[in-house]
């Protein structure tokens, strides 16, 4: 059972380039998460989604993207990539419907240059 | 509406004592509520959860914490602290019933002194 697999783990960006991180869990659950961890500080949330085809912004959706066509994808999408997104990204699915618990995904650390 | 306040960014402790970190939470649904661990440069790991069963919940590593309703407060508690106790601690709160994301608080580094 993989769970929720993120990749990249790790990027190197220069400023102005996009990308983006993609999210997959295998556990059907109908709540994903994405969010952003700055040294030394706690979890902010950019995005989430309750949902396929339904998305809605969290604490710091400036400079993000994200879509869910299908329940196991959420891919978070960079766009003009700046100093200030360098950051670790978790990406997360929530156990909504039995316990309300987080699965996490190993993080990807993000630097923009 | 849901929120969830940890009440120390910091706690120090010797090893050998007692370990508690403070957490107050506010929902308008039954709440579950949840400690995450999270040791340096790592991913978050579960430490322990409550979803409405038993309010004295253990977790792994001698971690447990006790649901009280009537303090909206959530604390989690350790006997003994270990040096390898010394991470980030993430209460969250979660609303099943509800339509809302669940929310993370803002953390507690746990340092232990030999």
Request: glycine fraction near 8%.
């Amino acid at each position: 059972n993989a769970g929720v697999t993120q990749t990249p783990k790790f990027r190197i960006l220069k400023i102005g380039q996009s990308m983006t991180l993609q999210c997959t869990q295998d556990m059907n659950h109908n709540y994903m998460y994405w969010y952003r961890q700055d040294p030394g500080m706690g979890l902010k949330l950019i995005y989430y989604s309750v949902g396929a085809g339904i998305t809605d912004k969290g604490e710091v959706p400036n400079g993000y993207n994200v879509s869910r066509s299908t329940t196991e994808d959420f891919p978070l999408r960079l766009e003009l990539a700046a100093p200030s997104q360098t950051s670790v990204y978790f990406c997360a699915s929530e156990n909504r419907v039995n316990t309300g618990e987080l699965f996490f995904g190993e993080g990807s650390r993000l630097t923009v240059l | 509406a849901q929120s969830v306040t940890q009440l120390d960014s910091h706690v120090s402790v010797s090893e050998g004592t007692p370990v508690l970190l403070r957490c107050n939470y506010s929902s308008s649904y039954s709440p579950s509520l949840f400690w995450y661990v999270q040791h340096p440069n790592k991913g978050l790991q579960l430490l322990l959860k409550y979803t409405s069963a038993a309010t004295l919940v253990k977790g792994i590593n001698g971690f447990e914490a006790e649901f009280k309703k009537s303090e909206t407060s959530f604390h989690l508690t350790k006997p003994s602290a270990h040096m390898s106790d010394a991470a980030e601690y993430f209460c969250v709160v979660s609303s099943p019933s509800g339509n809302t994301p669940l929310v993370f608080g803002k953390g507690t580094r746990l340092s232990v002194i030999a």
